[in-house]
């Protein structure tokens, strides 16, 4: 089994007839991720071919949703135009947004993520590299060789130690990966990604990535003690950030004591998550908790 993304799922890239939609795109398909449509506004009626299969462009996402039946869309818009992007996709009520694009403000996230709540649409995202279910489909950025099938959940906020963790455990395996992204508001959470995780019969063993800045980590210890059963490695980034420096996300700001990587680490401790100091001791963890199943 896998989280929200399947080899079911039928996926649909708003700005697919851009740079970077188009060039993702090919990497999707080339995964073998069902990708049905792309929609650009003012474009509808022509088609892009990806490995000679011609994939039709529609002007909205619901006329992209009626004509395949897509469930999924992935957004590669630019920051301007990428609030009513998702508002489009969350008005057709798909199951699944996956928002790529970097510096969104952090207004146009909080309508959309409101508005999705209400539709209940998922958003995973912004500014994130997008989830996985290897074997089954690749929605986002992630590099989709890098690991296998397997027994590991893994939810991360940055992309770059995703990739990290998978190339480290890509011999075990995963479920799903979902990089959540880091900025101050985003759609999905560690919690909701836990939750999944947990009530998921093919997740064994669960690797959460954290970094500076914010409660987010906190919150997760205190859902992991009240609800998680599961064996849990967790990995703060940002152990030597200077205070009050913006790192790397928008949501990676560490005021005084509040949000720093140690005390982060020391609750996820205190509920039992086994926590590596590195990345590469975090991946041995994972290892040595499917190892004892």
């Known amino acids: 089994m896998a989280i929200w993304l399947n080899q079911q799922s039928k996926v649909m890239v708003q700005g697919m007839t851009g740079t970077e939609g188009r060039k993702h795109t090919a990497r999707m398909v080339a995964f073998g991720t069902r990708v049905v449509a792309g929609v650009t506004p003012g474009k509808g009626g022509q088609s892009v071919s990806f490995e000679e299969d011609p994939i039709p462009v529609f002007d909205s996402v619901a006329e992209a949703k009626e004509a395949t039946g897509a469930n999924v869309s992935v957004v590669f818009v630019p920051p301007k ?170 949501g990676a700001i560490v005021s005084g004591s509040s949000g720093t990587a140690a005390a982060k680490a020391e609750a996820l401790a205190g509920v039992g998550v086994f926590v590596g100091k590195t990345p590469s001791e975090t991946a041995q963890l994972a290892r040595e908790a499917i190892e004892s199943l």
Do not use: W
Request: net charge negative; hydrophobic share 40%.
């Open 81 to 250: 135009f990428a609030k009513a992007a998702v508002l489009d996709a969350v008005a057709a009520r798909l199951d699944l947004v996956v928002v790529i694009t970097e510096g969104i403000p952090v207004a146009d996230t909080a309508e959309f993520r409101a508005a999705a709540e209400e539709a209940g649409v998922r958003i995973i995202g912004p500014n994130c590299p997008g989830i996985i279910s290897p074997g089954k489909s690749n929605v986002g950025i992630i590099p989709p060789n890098i690991a296998g099938q397997g027994r590991i959940g893994l939810v991360s906020k940055s992309g770059t130690l995703t990739y990290q963790m998978m190339f480290e455990l890509g011999d075990i395996g995963f479920t799903t990966c979902v990089g959540i992204g880091g900025d101050p508001i985003i759609g999905t959470t560690h919690i909701d990604c836990l939750e999944a995780f947990q009530n998921d019969p093919d997740t064994d063993v669960i690797v959460m990535i954290g970094e500076i800045g914010g409660d987010a980590e906190e919150r997760a210890a205190e859902y992991i003690r009240n609800h998680v059963t599961k064996p849990v490695v967790g990995y703060v980034a940002g152990f030597t950030a200077p205070e009050g420096k913006t790192m790397g996300h928008a």
